[in-house]
Each structure stands twice: as C-alpha cells, then as structure tokens.
C-alpha cells in the first residue's frame, strides 16, 4: 500500500472511532507528527476525506472533523435500509454453503461494549462480503464503518442497547439465510437496521457534539 493510503486509512480509521472526535480542530503538521510522515500525505489524505464529508477545511486555520448532523445520521440509515437486505438476499440467491456455514462465528458473543463494536461491524460486514456483489459490499461496509462513529458518539446516551438481544437477531438472521428463507432473513434485517435507527437517533439529539442541520 503506497505511503498516502497508509496515512488515509490511518487518519480515516481515528475520525471513526472518535480518536479525533466530532468538532476537533486538526493540523497538518500536527497530523504528520503523528503518523511519522511529511506534510504532503497528510493533506492528500484530508483532501479524500473532505470530499467524503468527514472533515472540514478553514482557510487559514487547518481543518476540522464534521460535527455529525443528525439529517446526514438518518440519511445514512436509512441507505443501509436499503442497501443491506439487497446484500443479504444476494447472499442467499448466489453464496455456496461455505460462505453462509462461516456467518456461526458470529453466533455467540463475549466482551465489553467496545468488543461489541467490533463484533458487530465484523458481522455486518462479513453479510456485505457474503453478497457476492463487490460494489455493493463496498458500499456498505463504508455505511457500517460510518454508523460506528454515531454507535461512540451517542453510547453514553443509548437506551435499550442490549448485546444479548442483538445477538440473537443475528443468530436468526443468519439461520434464515442458511435456511436459504429470503423473506424471513428480509423481514429480520429490515427490523435490525430499523430498530438501529430508533435507539441511535434519539440519543444523538442528547449528545452535545451533534448539529440539527446537514454536515459542511
């Protein structure tokens, strides 16, 4: 991987995990000093990411990372309603056996909330990959990575996060899938993604770092 996606990947990865948060002012050379570069691939990198609506650029004064407004939050749940039951129903029309008997990795569960991150964007991830359609995986791991940073931004602020019930939806999904029942896994992850939205949504509105309005 060339140096300039090594520091894009890098810099990319700590906007999502609120490492540098919502509302964080940012430098160049403060950003080369901690990811050991020059200057150049630093603000390639920052360039990337303002085209994808993660940072702003302030003439003069360097750059800042999005506030998340709570019109692009919906927006980008109500695309992964979409776009996920698609991927899922690729799945099951085109996967070989292997591909779905691989999903029982995710059928249990141990660890602390920022292991459930983890799992959970492992799962989701690993139904976007299972379709089969490289576009559309791509697509949605990019939402999924992107509904990460609105999961850290309002976990102090969440009601009804329970590991153990979103663990079981998985598990029903992914014996559906096996099952190779389309409407049954449809009806399942349309109701997760759609139950994601009413736990998250609410408790970014609680959350100071969040704006009514739409991203920069």
Not at 6 to 32: F, H, K
Not at 33 to 49: F, G, N
Not at 142 to 152: S, T
Request: charged share 30%; glycine share 4%; aromatic share 4%.
């Amino acid at each position: 991987m060339l140096l300039r996606d090594n520091v894009y990947e890098s810099l990319r990865s700590d906007i999502l995990t609120c490492r540098l948060a919502p509302g964080d002012d940012m430098r160049e050379q403060d950003l080369a000093e901690r990811y050991a570069v020059s200057r150049q691939p630093v603000r390639e990198a920052l360039l990337r990411l303002e085209r994808e609506h993660l940072v702003t650029v302030q003439p003069r004064q360097g750059y800042r990372v999005n506030p998340i407004s709570l019109a692009d939050a919906r927006d980008l749940l109500r695309f992964r309603l979409v776009l996920e039951p698609a991927c899922v129903a690729e799945a099951i029309e085109n996967a070989n056996d292997d591909v779905l008997k691989a999903l029982d990795e995710f059928r249990l569960f141990a660890g602390d909330h920022e292991d459930f991150i983890a799992y959970n964007r492992g799962f989701h991830s690993a139904l976007a990959h299972a379709s089969g359609n490289r576009r559309m995986a791509a697509s949605l791991c990019d939402l999924i990575g992107q509904a990460d940073r609105l999961v850290r931004v309002s976990v102090a602020n969440v009601k009804g996060h329970d590991p153990a019930q979103l663990v079981a939806e998985h598990v029903a999904l992914i014996e559906a899938m096996q099952r190779r029942d389309a409407r049954t896994a449809a009806r399942i992850i349309k109701a997760h993604v759609a139950q994601t939205e009413k736990r998250v949504l609410p408790a970014l509105k609680r959350n100071a770092v969040i704006v009514e309005g739409r991203d920069p």
